[in-house]
Structures are given as structure tokens and as C-alpha cells.
């Protein structure tokens, strides 16, 4: 079956770096376009960035210029370096593998908080 596994995230203080690996198994990794999600207590899941099977990135306006996006498929994994990080940044962050309607994936989940 098709697995996610985040990591990477953590406690930083304002202004520092993260990265978050998301690890994939069970699935023809290439074909998929790949995503990170976030959702803070109380707000809606929201897109963060994504990477297409082609290598097209999109990135939400917030973090735009500070949050890169980035995958191996040789290894089956995608990564978001977070720069410049910011207490609004604080949030669950969700791995996602999508290429249809009903092949639409998603990881357990990892922590970061930004806070001084």
C-alpha cells in the first residue's frame, strides 16, 4: 500500500531554516505530482508548494522567495527547505501524492513551530 512518511519538522525560532523530507513507498513515485499542505489550529488545510512528475513548482503567495520545493525520484522523495521562517508558518504540514481522483495521498503529518 501506498505509504508517506514526513520528517524533518520541529521547533525554530523566527528567522531560522527547516527541511521537511516526505518519503514514498508503494507507488510509481515519478508519475505523481507531489505536495505539501499546512493547516493551523482553528484554519483550513492549504496548499504550501507542489512539484509536478515534469518538475513545475507552484508556491503558495505566503511563502514565496522563502519555501523551496524540490523532489528525488530516484530515492522517492520530496522535500520543502523553509527559510525565513515566521510564526504564521506554525502548522501541521502534510505530505501529499496525487495523479488522480482516486490516487490522491497523504502522509501522518509533522509538526513545525516558529516561536522565540
Known amino acids: 500500500q501506498v505509504q508517506l512518511v514526513e520528517s524533518g519538522g520541529g521547533l525554530v525560532q523566527p528567522g531560522g531554516s527547516l527541511r521537511l523530507s516526505c518519503a514514498a513507498s508503494?507507488?510509481?513515485?515519478?508519475?505523481?505530482?507531489m505536495g505539501w499542505y499546512r493547516q493551523a489550529p482553528g484554519k483550513q488545510r492549504e496548499l504550501v508548494a507542489d512539484?509536478?512528475?515534469?518538475?513545475?513548482?507552484n508556491y503558495a503567495d505566503s511563502v514565496k522567495g522563502r519555501f523551496t520545493i524540490s523532489r528525488d525520484n530516484a530515492r522517492s522523495t520530496v522535500y520543502l527547505q523553509m527559510n525565513s521562517l515566521k510564526p504564521d508558518d506554525t502548522a501541521a504540514y502534510y505530505c501529499?501524492?496525487?495523479?488522480?481522483?482516486?490516487?490522491?495521498?497523504w502522509g501522518q503529518g509533522t509538526q513545525v513551530t516558529v516561536s522565540s
Open positions: 501529499n501524492a496525487r495523479y488522480s481522483t482516486y490516487q490522491n495521498y
Open positions: 508503494g507507488m510509481f513515485f515519478r508519475i505523481y505530482t
Open positions: 512539484i509536478t512528475s515534469g518538475g513545475s513548482t
